[in-house]
């Protein structure tokens, strides 16, 4: 375990002395205090909630901290976005129940429960458990959802990425009984007989020093877009199975404006290890995170930063130094590719899945769409598997014909648009919540997305370009939840009406973007795009993309770090 630094935050400080992430969360949240305090709501983030209260209220009212209306986001930990008919059932009557009432698939194949009232949190908490889900480290400085490509094709690739997130999942999960005592059955559990109180052998009394992102993908599908994770594992496939992964390490897209030191960063090789050794190579990494991470500046403390100060040849020393296994060089696998699974697709067992698109990933009744409401019939009626894709979408499997057929007569019914009805760009667009609940948002996104997306729809048809794919991300502040560093066009939220907007990425998520211009207008977004956009239609090159346009005539063409302050695209 790391010996306790010379300098370290608040939030460090309140996890070392918290007894392994209790503190006085009972004792608060048995009691009348409408919220928690900052050193207890930093805890309950590792428990699956973040407190937070509606900011549009407090614009419009001017009201101050003390007439503040709290509630929670609680988010479901799923790795790989694997759920069943019933478990995804349980979560929508838990939400319309306890909460906001609406589901919302987040750009990690979770699930987030919006506006839980201090009230409802421990049943909210509770019910979700009964489903045999978990929120334990779906939020805090642990290793979050584990991400993997979410095609339910039944070969063994595919069954085996699944089934190492879950190994991964269970083997670095957080071990403290806290989270059963505070929101389970209310009582201490007493360790076993012989068996130490030291109950997080490997997170220690302080956990990371933040948040820790895995992802497992195959060559054909980077769907999850490896080289943004802490730590990815890309399959390497011989004779029909996964023989082992090229590891990559030190991705992350969070930075802060006017910050230098912090950057959007893709993961760089770190070598290739047998299938058997994927699981120790990611507590390896996690370990060197642990012990090596930036615990005084929380701005400056993810692994990307570790890997850009030491450079990767000391990284790797250091990794093999803890391996009992042979780090091996990389395996060429070529460039990763990127697959849209909306519609009907075989399964290769027979059956069918059908991917659904989901706007933003709030699965809500409105304005004549009634999405939660018609995905709960077929769901209940079907029985099918139910995956959440990181583009926010949701596949449902093991489908025979009739059941495809039946899918497609109630979308008709609930007013849902098909899949092959939805745009191009609609397909492929993500946002974050951001304004009003996230207390890190500066900015609109998930609100304005669709009205943005409606003048992009008008102009690439205009240009003649609707059907060639084209990524819009929204985020409503830098930290970059909804990956806009690694699309087409990603708009990030720079103050209350204001984006900076970047461009030069691609679907295959490999790349990172340029910054075009700073601060724009809400409404100057399209109108400051229009000439670039113009210029791609006259002068692409045949299926060539606006981002591989972007960087052939502008840019370098080389993956790079995007750093806060920098020179604009266009300049």
């Known amino acids: 375990m790391p010996d306790k630094p010379e300098k370290e935050s608040k939030v460090e400080q309140a996890k070392r002395e918290s007894n392994h992430l209790r503190g006085t969360v009972a004792a608060t949240l048995a009691g009348d205090a409408k919220c928690f305090s900052g050193d207890e709501a930093n805890l309950v983030k590792f428990h699956g909630a973040y407190q937070q209260y509606d900011r549009d209220a407090r614009r419009a009212g001017g009201t101050g901290k003390a007439d503040r209306e709290y509630f929670f986001m609680v988010r479901v930990k799923i790795p790989g976005g694997v759920l069943t008919a019933n478990q ?42 009964r489903a045999l889900l978990t929120t334990l480290a779906a939020c805090g400085d642990a290793v979050r959802n584990v991400m993997v490509c ?59 020093p933040r948040k820790f992102k895995v992802g497992v993908t195959l060559p054909e599908d980077n769907s999850i877009d ?11 496939v011989r004779e029909g199975a996964v023989r082992g ?40 990494v996690a370990a060197v995170f642990r012990d090596h991470g930036d615990r005084a500046d929380r701005r400056h403390a993810r692994l990307k930063y570790v890997v850009e100060k030491w450079g990767m040849d000391a990284f790797r020393a250091e990794f093999q130094r803890s391996a009992e296994f042979e780090l091996q060089p990389s395996i060429d696998l070529g460039p990763l590719a990127y697959k849209d699974y909306s519609g009907v697709h075989p399964q290769g067992d027979g059956r069918h899945f ?11 009744d409105s304005d004549g769409r009634r999405v939660q409401s018609g995905l709960r019939a077929v769901i209940d009626q079907l029985r099918p598997g139910v995956i959440l ?23 008709d019914e609930f007013g849902i648009p098909r899949p092959d009805r939805v745009s191009v760009l609609r397909r492929h667009a993500l946002a974050c919540p951001a304004l009003p609940t996230c207390g890190l948002a500066i900015s609109e996104a998930e609100r304005i997305m669709p009205a943005v997306l409606d003048e992009f729809e008008s102009e690439l048809l205009r240009l003649g370009l609707a059907d060639v794919p084209f990524t819009v991300r929204m985020t409503g502040c830098p ?14 939220g720079r103050a209350v009406g204001y984006y900076d907007i970047f461009v030069g990425g691609r679907l295959a998520g490999d790349r ?50 995007i750093l806060t302050g920098g020179k604009q695209f266009h300049e």
Request: some cysteine; aromatic content about 8%.
């Open 245 to 284: 992964y090229n590891v990559v390490v030190g991705g992350g897209l969070g930075m802060t404006h006017g910050k230098a030191d912090t950057f959007a960063r893709l993961a760089t090789p770190l070598g290739y290890v047998d299938a058997a050794y994927a699981v120790e190579a990611v507590r390896i």
């Open 150 to 208: 979410p095609a339910p094709i039944a070969d063994e690739p595919h069954r085996q990425i699944r089934e190492l997130a879950f190994r991964i999942t269970r083997e670095l999960l957080p071990g403290t009984r806290a989270y059963h005592e505070i929101w389970l059955n209310g009582e201490k559990i007493e360790p076993p007989a012989g068996k130490p109180h030291d109950e997080e052998p490997f997170y220690g009394d302080v956990y990371l």
């Open 389 to 411: 894709t990181p583009a926010q979408n949701v596949i449902l499997s093991d489908l025979t014909p009739d059941g495809v057929r039946h899918i497609e007569q109630r979308l």
């Open 354 to 364: 059908y991917g659904l698109v989901i706007e933003n990933g709030r699965i809500h």
């Open 512 to 561: 990172l973007v340029d910054l075009y211009s700073e601060k724009v207008p809400t409404a100057q977004i399209l109108p400051t795009l229009r000439p670039l956009l113009t210029e791609w239609r006259d002068q692409r090159r045949p299926d060539e993309g606006f981002g591989d346009f972007c960087q052939r005539v502008h840019g370098t063409g080389v993956p790079k770090t």
């Open 88 to 129: 995804y059932l349980a979560l929508d009557g838990i939400a319309r129940e306890l909460s906001g009432g609406t589901l919302r698939i987040t750009s990690r194949q979770d699930i987030q429960l919006h506006g839980v009232p201090k009230g409802n949190l421990k049943t909210t908490i509770a019910g979700i458990n």
């Open 479 to 492: 930290n970059g939840c909804s990956r806009p560093y690694t699309a087409d066009v990603g708009l990030v």
């Open 226 to 236: 490896v080289f943004t994770q802490d730590i990815g594992l890309i399959g390497v």
